[in-house]
């Protein structure tokens, strides 16, 4: 067989089962790398001659979404998080959070297996998020929106849960942190919260967010007994200040004022904050 010339016509079908829309070294464009279906091009390239067009490269495809978020998995593991995307390569949850400008953090991880949780269902069991102990149904609060009948959080950890969304903490773990640093003392009178004894609140300043509803977490003030915070300091709110001063209502509250104007975005849930006892 001779060799085929430049010059020379291409021969039908020069490389297998590919395009041949630019044959080598009869076109200046590359080889078309793609399946031949009907007269002998691709479904582009026959799209394109289907409306009169010349002949031209196809645009490569933009690079596809992957299939499985790629934010950072558990903390035990290097592994990425594995959940289906929705967006910008992210799960949900890790898309939510790289909308509001934060930096991607791990989920949470706890899972069990649906055939673990109707065991643990049949023996009266149930497992909390928080604490991660298996505790019998008792401990866990009624709830109708769950197949258990029962709260997802045991009731230990339930009021951490409340706090943490109404007062925007990060975690469950800061509302603890919280508390733990100001050794569980009344900030006001400095009474120790005791055991079995739920009579302890954050305190909000109500000028800034309803004292009915969320929180915006940055006029959180501090950490009272119920005595102080609904008697004591609200009396001296509404009266006393304008009236006589009394420094241990004074002195909390001008500590409170003080961090706002030193630092007006600093979210005042952060713990590393705490008040002088």
């Not at 733990?180 to 009474?191: L, V």
């Not at 909390?252 to 007006?264: D, I, K, T, V, W």
Request: overall charge positive; aromatic content about 8%; hydrophobic content about 25%.
């Amino acid at each position: 067989m001779t060799d085929i010339q430049p010059s020379q016509s291409p021969a039908p079908i020069t490389v297998g089962k590919t395009c041949t829309a630019f044959p080598p070294g009869s076109s200046v464009y590359p080889p078309c790398e793609r399946p031949m279906r009907s007269n002998k091009l691709c479904d582009a390239h026959n799209q394109q001659r289907a409306v009169g067009k010349e002949l031209r490269p196809i645009r490569q495809r933009r690079r596809t979404m992957p299939e499985f978020c790629t934010g950072p998995g558990p903390e035990e593991s290097n592994a990425p998080c594995g959940l289906p995307t929705v967006g910008r390569g992210l799960c949900n949850a890790h898309y939510q959070q790289d909308g509001r400008g934060r930096e991607l953090v791990p989920l949470f991880t706890l899972r069990i297996s649906q055939d673990e949780a109707y065991l643990l269902l049949e023996a009266g069991l149930k497992r909390c998020p928080a604490c991660k102990d298996v505790k019998p149904l008792a401990e866990f609060g009624r709830s109708s929106a769950q197949l258990s009948g029962r709260s997802t959080y045991c009731v230990t950890c339930q009021p951490d849960y409340v706090l943490m969304k109404r007062f925007k903490f990060p975690s469950m773990e800061a509302v603890r942190e919280f508390r733990e640093s100001r050794d569980h003392r009344c900030d006001i009178c400095k009474r120790q919260w005791q055991t079995g004894d739920n009579a302890f609140h954050v305190d909000h300043d109500s000028a800034c967010c309803p004292s009915r509803g969320p929180s915006c977490g940055r006029c959180v003030r501090g950490y009272l007994c119920q005595l102080c915070n609904t008697q004591g300091l609200s009396w001296y709110e509404l009266v006393g200040r304008s009236v006589t001063i009394v420094p241990v209502f004074e002195d909390y509250l001008l500590r409170y004022e003080r961090r706002r104007e030193e630092s007006p975005l600093q979210d005042a849930t952060d713990v590393s904050d705490v008040a002088d006892h």
